[in-house]
């Protein structure tokens, strides 16, 4: 790889974990840059799972140390999506490149009007969970494994707004434990991918390298931004990549 494609993805890389952090969506933007520099479609997809969970880790420690996560409410996500991203890591290849932009584009957009219509969610002391929100939420978590073990584009923004919309969580809450569940969802993915031999471990190192200062970065500034600030960053950004995503697609 030429030097020039190497420090492009290495600034695309950490400039997206810095929002990351909050928005999530991460491999919307740098996967299709790796297909620009010239990686093959399943290494980029698995090099970048694979640098996802130095991202996971670092936007992990900071809202450990506040104590954000509710580890009793978030153990059993975590526990569905061990077995549900491995699922999604194993179908890497079924679903075309275009199909998977397709389903997370009309995704996205249903995420932001739901959001929108729970006008309450996740900020101030009105917000609640749905009717039936416990099996829902573990339905929709399993669910969203598979994908995130697949791709990742936008898991965890869908999965941030399910966690906001549907269990009733703040958003610094549901920011904070989803930042855990992809620790577990990118590393069980990229357990797989090694086995496949897929995995590009001297690009993922560096680029893992620059997610993990990124995320780190971000998580800690995220921390001291309240819950409408959070919900606003993440409803701007949700509706960008949307219409990105669906230009593309186009």
């Excluded at 991460?26 to 970048?48: C, D, H, R």
């Excluded at 809450?173 to 993915?189: D, G, P, Q, R, Y």
């Excluded at 995220?222 to 960053?233: K, P």
Aim: aromatic content about 12%; some cysteine.
């Amino acid at each position: 790889m030429a030097t020039y494609a190497l420090v492009v993805l290495i600034i695309v890389f950490f400039l997206t974990s810095v929002i990351g952090v909050v928005t999530g969506s991460n491999s919307l933007i740098a996967v299709p840059v790796m297909f620009q520099v010239g990686i093959e479609p399943k290494v980029a997809v698995a090099t970048n799972m694979f640098a996802l969970v130095f991202m996971a880790i670092g936007g992990t420690i900071p809202f450990v140390r506040q104590k954000k996560i509710d580890y009793r409410k978030v153990s059993p996500f975590i526990v569905l999506t061990v077995i549900s991203s491995a699922i999604g890591a194993l179908l890497v290849g079924i679903i075309s490149n275009q199909g998977i932009k397709l389903i997370v584009s009309v995704a996205m957009i249903a995420v932001a009007i739901f959001t929108l219509l729970r006008r309450n969610s996740g900020v101030g002391l009105e917000h609640k969970p749905m009717r039936y929100a416990g099996p829902l939420t573990y339905v929709l978590v399993f669910l969203l494994g598979i994908y995130g073990g697949l791709f990742s584009g936008g898991y965890v923004t869908i999965l941030t707004a399910v966690c906001v919309g549907i269990y009733g969580m703040k958003y610094s809450e549901a920011i904070a434990s989803t930042k855990l569940i992809n620790v577990f969802s990118s590393s069980i993915a990229t357990a797989v991918f090694m086995w496949q031999g897929l995995v590009d471990y001297k690009l993922g190192l560096i680029l893992g390298a620059a997610m993990f200062v990124g995320a780190y970065v971000g998580a800690h500034y995220a921390t001291r931004l309240n819950d409408v600030w959070l919900r606003r960053i993440f409803l701007t950004t949700v509706f960008l990549l949307a219409i990105k995503t669906l230009y593309d697609f186009i």
